[in-house]
């Protein structure tokens, strides 16, 4: 059975804070990791990551995987309470022929207080 | 304008009444899937679609029920047999790896 698994399940941060969220992960067929962030309805993309060690950046977003690992991080530097949301990982694997199907981690909630 | 779809964005039954959530997208993707979330969880896969007249059971397929048979729409059907069917449902379509997600419908079964 496929596993995602992230860290924190929630956190609190002040303005300004940097923060790190963790995602590791245990599947079968192996194709992409993606960054979701959950405000109050629909996810919205952030990022997709498929080869190790190459970090993707959007701003004051970034992100880096280890496929070695099995590996996520996502960090915000400088937060601000527009951040403050759900954030969902999720990993993207064959399913059978040319299915394609992504497990998701239960997320984490991420507070920035002003 | 090009986007996914869902309806009604809030749903209300009784227990026992079948429920069919509307999903659909003009976005010319091949794929098309339906998560379900609960509080403080992350999405949960029932169906999904690769292409027309197709379509595999995900993780918690028991009790829901799908059609595919235009590319634009993906119902999902609620059935009396599900039995703890309120929550939060969210449709996507895909025409690669990135999923694009609708804006939801809340079911709340009284």
């Known amino acids: 059975e496929d596993k995602v698994v992230q860290s924190p399940l929630s956190l609190v941060v002040h303005e300004g804070d940097t923060v790190t969220l963790n995602c590791s992960y245990e599947?079968?067929?192996?194709?992409?990791l993606l960054w979701y962030k959950q405000e109050k309805k629909a996810p919205t993309f952030l990022f997709m990551l498929t080869s190790s060690g190459i970090e993707k950046k959007s701003g004051r977003l970034s992100s880096i995987l280890d496929k070695k690992e099995l590996f996520s991080i996502l960090n915000i530097t400088a937060t601000q309470t527009g951040d403050s949301a759900v954030y969902l990982c999720a990993v993207g694997v064959n399913s059978g022929g040319s299915n394609y199907k992504l497990t998701f981690g239960k997320g984490t909630l991420l507070t920035v207080n002003p | 304008d090009g986007g996914i779809t869902q309806s009604p964005k809030y749903l209300f039954r009784k227990e026992g009444q079948n429920v069919t959530l509307s999903c659909e997208q003009n976005?010319?993707?091949?794929?098309m899937y339906w998560y379900r979330q609960d509080p403080g969880q992350g999405l949960r896969l029932i169906y999904y679609?690769?292409?027309?007249?197709?379509?595999q059971k995900g993780d918690i397929a028991e009790g829901y029920s799908v059609s595919r048979e235009k590319k634009e729409s993906f119902p999902l059907t609620v059935t009396s047999a599900q039995k703890n069917p309120t929550a939060f449902y969210l449709c996507?379509?895909?025409?690669?790896?990135?999923?694009?997600f609708g804006p939801g419908t809340r079911l709340t079964v009284l």
């Open positions: 996507a379509s895909s025409i690669g790896t990135e999923q694009f």
């Open positions: 679609s690769q292409i027309v007249n197709d379509f």
């Open positions: 976005l010319n993707h091949d794929a």
């Open positions: 599947v079968t067929n192996f194709r992409s």
